[in-house]
């Protein structure tokens, strides 16, 4: 009899990882989501359950970007995968590399929650929206470059009022749908203002109808937060008119069809210049109606006025004889203000110095200043004598016979005055 051979607790738990990868290498499971943790590593962990199992599940970084939208607390969800162990627990579970949701009623569900939080945080608020421009010079659509909605959007505008318009290709529904919808959102709003291509003023968001799985795109939240965030403003058409997303609750409008996202971008240029037309003939008959009107209240006015000719002729004659009364008064003010001013002049005359030097007096000076005493003199080297007819220059001499006749009587010393040229 042959001896069973010892195993180890490694070897035996990489044989049954061996035989369990081997025999469940391509699965698909079905099951509601549960225990969901989102790890620092970017892995997700979580497991799937139905009424009576467990099964511990596990989505690598790789692939947790495609599956995180799905794998939500409570979501029932089919994942796609291969079974594995892991040793260090001797426990089973299943890789997951992709992940759906398990039929409409799951979508639903989804997009419902979705929708509540998104409202709650005011994404949807209508005080947030913006105006759409009357008359935008560009237009930019986010859809496929391909196929019959950009070929309506364009034809639609052209026809109604034609416009520069920019097309940002992306795909319009699948796994990479609402990563390029979003990025073209955003990248419309990064062009710079006169930029080589030029920023649009409008965004129009488009594709045609579809099942709920093909429009499931447009209710991923990062398209929702790049509308909301969009600076343009944004104009949402996906679907029919039956059809709704979350795009259309955040959109600034939104339009049953492409096709009416076209006509809610641009007004029709006839229509335009018919109501002009109509305008401006409405205002030139207002206009005319209206000077018809004031010609006549002015013709009614002026005939209760009386004749303006003759109170303008009276007014003329009562300044004429106010001109001429006043003609006469500064006549006379100014020969009574002549004869004051000769009055005046002559007292002036009378009272000046040269009229007192007429009188037989002199003006003594040293040449600069008036000598008034005679002990200022005496301090003077020379003298000007001033009399009406001219000027005589003196040198003082000092008479000493007078001062010594007159020692002890207290008298001021006498001077003479050689008169010089």
Same mark, same amino acid.
């Given at each position: 009899?042959? #001896?069973?051979?010892?195993?180890?607790?490694? #070897?035996?738990?990489?044989?049954?990882?061996?035989? @369990?990868?081997?025999?469940?290498?391509?699965?698909?499971?079905?099951? =509601?989501?549960s225990d969901v943790k989102k790890a620092a590593s970017g892995h997700i962990y979580f497991s799937l359950k139905d009424k009576d199992s467990v099964l511990s599940a596990i989505c690598w970084k790789?692939?947790?970007?495609?599956?995180?939208?799905?794998?939500?607390?409570?979501? =029932?969800?089919?994942?796609?995968?291969?079974?594995?162990?892991?040793?260090?627990?001797?426990?089973?579970?299943?890789?997951?590399?992709a992940a759906e949701l398990a039929g409409v009623g799951a979508l639903l569900k989804l997009l419902n929650e979705r929708k509540e939080k998104l409202e709650k945080e005011g994404l949807f608020d209508?005080?947030?929206?913006?105006?759409?421009?009357?008359?935008?010079?560009?237009?930019? +659509?986010?859809?496929?470059?391909?196929?019959?909605?950009?070929?309506?959007?364009?034809?639609?505008?052209?026809?109604?009022?034609?416009?520069?318009?920019?097309?940002?290709?992306?795909?319009?529904?699948?796994?990479?749908?609402?990563?390029?919808?979003?990025?073209? +959102?955003?990248?419309?709003?990064?062009?710079?203002?006169?930029?080589?291509?030029?920023?649009?003023?409008?965004?129009?968001?488009?594709?045609?109808?579809?099942? &709920?799985?093909?429009?499931?795109?447009?209710? =991923? /939240?990062?398209?929702?937060?790049?509308?909301?965030?969009?600076?343009?403003?944004?104009?949402?058409? +996906?679907?029919? =008119?039956?059809?709704?997303?979350?795009?259309?609750?955040?959109?600034?409008?939104?339009?049953?069809?492409?096709?009416?996202?076209?006509?809610?971008?641009?007004?029709?240029?006839? /229509?335009?210049?018919?109501?002009?037309?109509?305008?401006?003939?409405?205002?030139?008959?207002? &206009?005319?109606?209206?000077?018809?009107?004031?010609?006549?209240?002015?013709?009614?006015?002026?005939?209760?006025?009386?004749?303006?000719?003759?109170?303008?002729?009276?007014?003329?004659?009562?300044?004429?004889?106010?001109?001429?009364?006043?003609?006469?008064?500064?006549?006379?003010?100014?020969?009574?203000?002549?004869?004051?001013?000769?009055?005046?002049?002559?007292?002036?005359?009378?009272?000046?110095?040269?009229?007192?030097?007429?009188?037989?007096?002199? &003006?003594?000076?040293?040449?600069?200043?008036?000598?008034?005493?005679?002990?200022?003199?005496?301090?003077?080297?020379?003298?000007? +004598?001033?009399?009406?007819?001219?000027? @005589?220059?003196?040198?003082?001499?000092?008479?000493?016979?007078?001062?010594?006749?007159?020692?002890?009587?207290?008298?001021?010393?006498?001077?003479?005055?050689?008169?010089?040229?």
């Amino acid at each position: 009899m042959t #001896e069973q051979p010892i195993l180890s607790v490694t #070897e035996l738990s990489l044989s049954l990882k061996s035989c @369990v990868e081997q025999v469940f290498n391509h699965i698909k499971v079905r099951g =509601e989501v549960s225990d969901v943790k989102k790890a620092a590593s970017g892995h997700i962990y979580f497991s799937l359950k139905d009424k009576d199992s467990v099964l511990s599940a596990i989505c690598w970084k790789g692939s947790s970007r495609q599956c995180a939208g799905h794998i939500q607390e409570g979501l =029932e969800i089919i994942c796609t995968g291969k079974l594995s162990t892991y040793p260090g627990r001797s426990n089973y579970q299943m890789i997951v590399e992709a992940a759906e949701l398990a039929g409409v009623g799951a979508l639903l569900k989804l997009l419902n929650e979705r929708k509540e939080k998104l409202e709650k945080e005011g994404l949807f608020d209508p005080a947030h929206k913006q105006q759409i421009p009357f008359l935008p010079d560009v237009i930019g +659509v986010v859809t496929s470059p391909t196929g019959a909605v950009i070929r309506d959007i364009i034809h639609r505008v052209t026809d109604r009022f034609p416009r520069h318009i920019i097309v940002w290709p992306v795909a319009v529904q699948g796994e990479e749908c609402a990563e390029q919808v979003a990025a073209a +959102v955003r990248g419309f709003n990064a062009l710079p203002e006169k930029g080589k291509i030029p920023k649009p003023d409008v965004l129009i968001v488009a594709r045609g109808g579809g099942s &709920l799985e093909d429009l499931w795109g447009f209710n =991923e /939240e990062c398209v929702v937060r790049a509308v909301y965030d969009s600076k343009i403003p944004v104009i949402s058409a +996906v679907g029919h =008119e039956t059809d709704t997303t979350l795009i259309d609750f955040v959109s600034d409008l939104r339009a049953p069809t492409p096709t009416g996202a076209a006509e809610k971008a641009v007004p029709v240029r006839i /229509e335009l210049f018919n109501t002009l037309n109509i305008k401006e003939n409405n205002l030139k008959s207002a &206009l005319n109606q209206t000077l018809i009107e004031s010609r006549l209240k002015l013709q009614t006015l002026a005939g209760r006025f009386p004749n303006l000719n003759e109170i303008i002729q009276g007014f003329i004659q009562k300044t004429d004889d106010k001109t001429e009364r006043l003609a006469l008064a500064i006549k006379s003010y100014l020969k009574q203000y002549q004869e004051k001013t000769k009055s005046m002049a002559r007292l002036l005359q009378s009272f000046s110095y040269q009229g007192v030097l007429k009188r037989g007096f002199a &003006l003594i000076s040293n040449g600069s200043k008036v000598i008034t005493s005679a002990i200022d003199a005496q301090n003077q080297s020379k003298l000007q +004598v001033r009399f009406s007819d001219g000027i @005589v220059n003196a040198i003082p001499l000092k008479n000493n016979k007078n001062k010594e006749k007159h020692q002890g009587q207290n008298e001021p010393d006498l001077w003479s005055y050689i008169s010089t040229k």
